[in-house]
């Protein structure tokens, strides 16, 4: 670990990500970079690294996910700082209640939430590529936070932005849902529904990765926290709340919702890669809609139509 770079997404205090970045300051890497869109909340949690850990190089990067140019502007300050990269962890996620776009007017968490960290991998992959190059094979990887909740609904590639537009019954969500899970707002919003599909995004993007990285030493999963007390719901009203507290039977400390992404980076088993979900720090079944390769490339070609190039590692 002390030679290695670590970049983790997502970083504030109190959250999934703090556990994360502050496990990996633990075992000494030789840079950690932690992301995040509020710089006083990273600085925060770097200053509490920089306590407790003084001999690790810590770096804090500014991004907001919602926006393709600020992506591009932190892709640009980590090359800055590292010339090779180990382990990238895209742990940044958010919720939201009522309909928001991205700067470039995608709905706003399949724009965040996977449109962002496509690009920004894309943008680091020449680190992680020059990274792989040194190291054993499978050892650099792709770690990307989905949640069980991807189950509640496939990618709407015909109505990705949730704008009204019919969509096939293979892009409908779960049919059975409770009612806080399937609220639909005035303007056809559909807030849960809206999170799932990007969150099967996040599955999605690491069939992609697994089936194209392997020759190039470099591995990929998808990981579930778990129920974690954050504020990543701070948005959500009481009626989601309550509905998501019902079909959560553990809530997790931020140490324990960090432990699947510390086991998906680290483990030297995972190295040939086993597997493609994890959750509670075992493999675990994903939805098969999540599974399906061609579904995975057809995400692949939408995103790259939505950054406006292609991110081609075939």
Not at 1 to 17: E, F, K, R
Not at 157 to 177: A, M, Q, T, V
Not at 223 to 252: F, M, N
Not at 255 to 269: I, W
């Amino acid at each position: 670990m002390q030679s290695c770079a670590i970049l983790i997404t997502g970083v504030a205090p109190d959250g999934v990500g703090e556990g994360t970045a502050m496990a990996f300051a633990s075992q000494r890497p030789k840079n950690l970079l932690l992301v995040s869109r509020t710089l006083k909340k990273i600085e925060a949690v770097a200053s509490s690294i920089r306590a407790r850990y003084p001999e690790v190089s810590v770096k804090v990067i500014i991004m907001d996910l919602a926006s393709q140019a600020s992506i591009r502007k932190a892709a640009a300050a980590v090359a800055e700082v590292i010339d090779t990269l180990d382990i990238l962890i895209n742990n940044a996620g958010a919720t939201y209640h009522h309909r928001q776009w991205t700067a470039e007017g995608i709905e706003i968490q399949f724009g965040a939430n996977h449109i962002g960290p496509f690009l920004f991998t894309k943008l680091l992959f020449p680190l992680l590529e020059a990274a792989a190059k040194s190291s054993l094979p499978g050892s650099t990887r792709i770690i990307n936070l989905s949640s069980n909740g991807h189950r509640l609904s496939p990618v709407r590639f015909h109505d990705y932005n949730f704008e009204g537009k019919e969509i096939p019954e293979e892009e409908r969500p779960f049919s059975n849902l409770p009612p806080a899970f399937a609220k639909v707002h005035d303007d056809g919003y559909m807030p849960t529904i809206a999170y799932a599909q990007s969150k099967t995004a996040n599955v999605l993007f690491t069939v992609y990765l697994q089936k194209h990285l392997k020759p190039r030493g470099i591995t990929s999963y998808a990981v579930h926290p778990g129920s974690v007390t954050t504020h990543l719901g701070r948005q959500h009203d009481e009626e989601t709340a309550d509905a998501i507290s019902k079909v959560s039977d553990y809530w997790k400390t931020i140490d324990e919702g960090a432990a699947t992404s510390l086991v998906a980076a680290l483990d030297p088993k995972l190295s040939d890669c086993q597997g493609l979900y994890m959750s509670n720090c075992q493999f675990s079944g994903a939805a098969d809609f999540a599974k399906d390769y061609e579904t995975a490339t057809r995400l692949w070609h939408l995103s790259e139509e939505l950054i406006g190039e292609k991110f081609a590692i075939e």
